[in-house]
């Protein structure tokens, strides 16, 4: 597994000349080094002055991908949840004997390990609520569409309530995936992956057990 380095490690070996980098290849370099600073050190570290230091490239270079550190993390979180509801529908899609919600959750806590620069940023609702395009909300909403639909399939018409049965259904599920990822990705979580990831799907099928029960 490739090592992350830090800033202080990559201002150390020297920043990456501005002639390194050709059209579109200078705003990939600064998303993905954007998600490495804020997997580290949170969202709140991250400056474009920062970024284009460590790349070594000019301001003006700079902003004509991004104007400001918004207009960056929009992007991040839109990029974020497009891979993350790729995860999501390959998990539904899988032909495994698993459970369709172990499947997604597995899915869903790998992506957010693996990713936990993005995931930080999808997350953060001052990003969200001050994004203005229409790509990154619809991209935002997709991975909950994935879950919502699911839980749909697996309620019967039949229930008492099941528009309410629903909501509560996936707001448990989303709530339980969700604080597995974070507690994990902020190091709040003793053991292995593994072990973590094991405990996370007894803990979705003690949930699915006790949904599925009462109904």
Not at 5 to 23: F, N, Q, R, V
Not at 36 to 44: H, L, P, S, T, W
Not at 139 to 149: F, G, M, N, S, W
């Amino acid at each position: 597994m490739k090592t992350r380095k830090t800033p202080d490690e990559i201002l150390k070996t020297g920043a990456k000349p501005a002639t390194s980098y050709h059209h579109g290849n200078l705003e990939r370099g600064l998303i993905d080094r954007a998600t490495e600073v804020i997997a580290n050190q949170g969202v709140e570290h991250l400056t474009l002055r920062l970024l284009g230091e460590e790349l070594g490239v000019s301001r003006s270079a700079l902003y004509r991908h991004f104007p400001d550190k918004q207009t960056l993390l929009v992007r991040v979180a839109e990029e974020g949840f497009v891979r993350f509801g790729d995860a999501l529908d390959a998990a539904r899609a899988s032909k495994s004997a698993e459970d369709v919600f172990v499947r997604m959750g597995r899915a869903y806590f790998d992506f957010a390990r693996q990713n936990p620069g993005h995931y930080r940023v999808m997350f953060d609702t001052t990003v969200l609520k001050k994004a203005n395009s229409a790509k990154v909300h619809a991209a935002a909403k997709r991975p909950l569409a994935c879950l919502v639909d699911e839980v749909v399939k697996d309620t019967p018409e039949t229930d008492k309530d099941r528009a309410t049965l629903i909501e509560t259904r996936v707001s448990g599920l989303w709530s339980l995936l969700h604080g597995y990822s974070m507690l994990a990705i902020n190091g709040h979580l003793a053991g292995t992956s593994s072990s973590v990831a094991k405990s996370m799907v007894a803990s979705v099928l003690y949930l699915l057990q006790g949904q599925r029960s009462s109904r």
